[in-house]
């Protein structure tokens, strides 16, 4: 008995938590899964198969292909930007600037706002009527426009500035640790040999950084997926569907059209989505240590 | 004094005993009236209800999508509230069909009688009632701040023809033609406005009930995005995503001369002053379309077992239809009274135009409570979508037509 305790231990202290997830995580992902194959309305039923109906149904719906694909829009723009600056800056600050903590603190404060916040700051900024234009307007400048909240084609914009501006300090963080665990003599190696600073960063130390890259590109991804509530605060969608994420349009089919078949498809297309990313990362991950 | 103060308690207390019913029991209810004058309204019937011997247990829940969310995570759970504020309709048949309603026609006998025929039908679920609707709001209202159309020179319009007309006049003088806050919610009050307008009550009820294809593809339809495209250039480039009350601000202020809403925005017409129907014009819109959209608060009885709870919900739903209670509450609300043989005096001039037309029999239901959320919300986006976009009217219609469709 006291063997198999001391030989078990570990899984006996693992199985709850590993229950928990096996049911709240797994078990519920199956149930949205057979949810997804029924014609559910505001209360799930299972007496109702559809079968693949509500994917098709899914597919044909314009304002899905409207959030479907702002999703790679806003991810896309929103890694390009936030990894970019989040880098550039992190080097500026790097450079053994005199009051570094007060730059590192203006960089850093945004992300102790909720998104919530940040969506509602950056509505009444970019509000044409009320914000940075009606400033500038007042300045002198008349002609100047920043209609990109009240514009379909831009609004998306809209969203990845506040979401950089949000995200920003936490990518500047992670790439100033990572230039500050470079090794000191390689910088005194590149003087020695004569090597312009910008090429040592380009070809030397951002190629260093390659697994912080990775952390920012997985933590900035699930920050992608999740986006709920900054498009909510600051745009509502709008304007008229423009604006829409998947995870938006999950909600508004599974609560406001009481729809729950249709909203359990689109939160299956939106986990098979996380997992064609994730699935090769973890794969690589796997085959490494192995 | 003390003594005093003590046979006036223990008469109170005697009073009480007496006149309690034998199945004096509580009602635990479920609503989302929070704000100021709901609040102010919300007391009138709950102290007509205690008054009955029963005691109401409060449970609001701020916003009507988190109310509605709670209750029926309390239904699905087994442990329903007494009663909750549901709509009419569609939402309380998806209820009743699962069996979680109680019916109430102990306490509704003269309800066909009192209530519009058209509230009466969505309120009962195999012919009987399951809901006591409290209050009745308008949705397709033309507000006009009266200053701004003496300054222009111009009388609201009547029809859609003569809001276009007027537009330019009203921009030469500074102003903005209509108030509108982008919202897809805020934005289907004027597109159903326009189908009344081109094709009246029935073309309406074809689209916006049977989602008929044939009258979503059709002439009318066609003249209806037509018009509905010349609304992008009635409204300010703040408009997209705005809220309401706001919006509702730069009519008040006369930033804006027109603006289409619920009669709701009245409460925020008395709280800076404005007199509704005096320095707000109001018309129901188009005039003459014998077409008032609306919505009702109405409260679902809940299918509890316990004696003692359901004499809770026939007490409540009396209470409720009590044509007292009826009237002080839309006085407080803004709203009009379900109740046909509400007098109307007290009432401002609006909510006396909308208890006309109540009783004239020209209440449609709102879309919401009739039709396929689906089906109804496919429309509803691409209503929205076009009016945020260089879309040619056909393109929008066919838009429209085949995502309609789709849902099917």
Not at chain 1, 40 to 54: H, I, M, T, Y
Not at chain 2, 41 to 55: H, M, S
Not at chain 2, 297 to 314: N, Y
């Amino acid at each position: 008995m006291r063997r198999f305790l001391q030989r078990h231990v570990s899984q006996i202290a693992l199985s709850p938590s590993l229950a928990l997830i096996a049911i709240f995580l797994y078990g519920f992902i199956a149930y949205t899964a057979a949810v997804s194959t029924t014609n559910s309305k505001a209360f799930p039923r299972f007496d109702n198969f559809v079968g693949l109906e509500q994917y098709w149904r899914l597919f044909h719906t314009p304002r899905w292909h409207v959030a479907f694909t702002n999703m790679f829009l806003f991810g896309g723009l929103f890694l390009l930007v936030t990894i970019s600056l989040g880098l550039v800056i992190a080097i500026l600050i790097d450079q053994r600037i005199r009051a570094e903590s007060f730059f590192r603190s203006i960089v850093m404060y945004p992300m102790a706002m909720s998104f919530v916040v940040t969506g509602i700051i950056w509505q009444w900024l970019l509000n044409p009527t009320l914000g940075i234009e009606v400033m500038v307007h007042q300045l002198g400048f008349t002609s100047f426009r920043l209609d990109w909240l009240t514009n379909p084609d831009t609004v998306i914009w809209a969203l990845v500035v506040a979401a950089f501006w949000q995200g920003c300090g936490l990518v500047m963080a992670l790439f100033l640790a990572g230039l500050r665990g470079i090794d000191e003599d390689i910088w005194k190696a590149a003087a020695v040999d004569g090597i312009p600073a910008w090429r040592v960063y380009v070809f030397i130390v951002i190629p260093m950084l390659a697994p912080v890259f990775l952390t920012v590109v997985v933590l900035l991804s699930l920050s992608i997926v999740r986006a709920f509530d900054l498009v909510v605060a600051l745009t509502n969608g709008g304007p008229g569907v423009s604006s829409d994420l998947p995870s938006v349009f999950m909600f508004d089919m599974a609560f406001r059209r009481t729809n729950l078949g249709l909203s359990a498809a689109s939160a299956v297309v939106m986990l098979c989505t996380v997992l064609a990313i994730l699935i090769p990362y973890l794969y690589a991950e796997t085959r490494e240590r192995a | 004094m003390l003594t005093k103060l003590g046979v006036l308690g223990s008469a109170m207390a005697f009073a009480l005993t007496t006149t309690t019913p034998v199945f004096a029991g509580t009602a635990e209810v479920i609503h989302w009236w929070t704000t100021g004058g709901e609040a102010a309204a919300l007391k009138i019937l709950v102290e007509a209800y205690e008054k009955t011997g029963n005691t109401w247990k409060d449970n609001p829940v701020a916003g009507g999508e988190a109310a509605r969310m709670v209750a029926r995570t309390r239904i699905l759970g087994g442990d329903p509230p007494t009663s909750m504020q549901w709509q009419v309709g569609a939402p309380l048949m998806a209820l009743a069909e699962e069996g979680q309603l109680n019916d109430i026609d102990a306490a509704a006998k003269d309800w066909d009688k009192l209530l519009p025929k058209v509230i009466a039908d969505n309120a009962k679920f195999e012919g009987k009632y399951v809901t006591a609707p409290m209050s009745i709001h308008g949705h397709n209202w033309l507000w006009g701040n009266q200053a701004v159309l003496d300054d222009v020179g111009i009388a609201m319009p009547k029809t859609w023809d003569e809001l276009i007309a007027s537009a330019d006049k009203i921009r030469a003088k500074g102003y903005i033609p209509l108030a509108l806050g982008g919202q897809s919610w805020q934005e289907i009050f004027v597109f159903e406005s326009i189908l009344i307008d081109v094709g009246g009550r029935d073309f309406l009820t074809k689209v916006t009930y049977d989602l008929d294809d044939a009258a979503l593809r059709s002439p009318e339809m066609l003249k209806a995005f037509q018009t509905f495209a010349k609304v992008r250039d009635l409204v300010d480039p703040g408009s997209p995503s705005r809220d309401w009350n706001i919006t509702g601000g730069m009519l008040i202020s006369g930033k804006a001369a027109y603006m289409i809403m619920g009669d709701w925005l009245k409460g925020e017409f008395v709280a800076a002053n404005k007199v509704p129907g005096k320095d707000i014009a109001c018309e129901v819109f188009p005039a003459g379309g014998k077409t008032l959209v609306f919505g009702t608060d109405a409260f679902a009885m809940t299918a509890v077992k316990d004696p003692a709870a359901r004499e809770a919900q026939l007490a409540l739903a009396t209470t409720i239809m009590d044509p007292v209670v009826q009237k002080e509450f839309s006085l407080r609300k803004g709203s009009i009274p379900p109740r046909l043989d509400v007098d109307k005096t007290g009432f401002d001039a609006c909510a006396q135009i909308a208890m006309g037309e109540a009783a004239e029999g020209h209440l449609f239901l709102v879309p919401d409570n009739v039709t396929d959320a689906t089906g109804i919300g496919a429309l509803v986006d691409q209503m929205t979508t076009f009016l945020h976009s260089n879309m040619t009217p056909e393109e929008g219609m066919t838009a429209m037509a085949d995502a309609v469709a789709a849902t099917r």
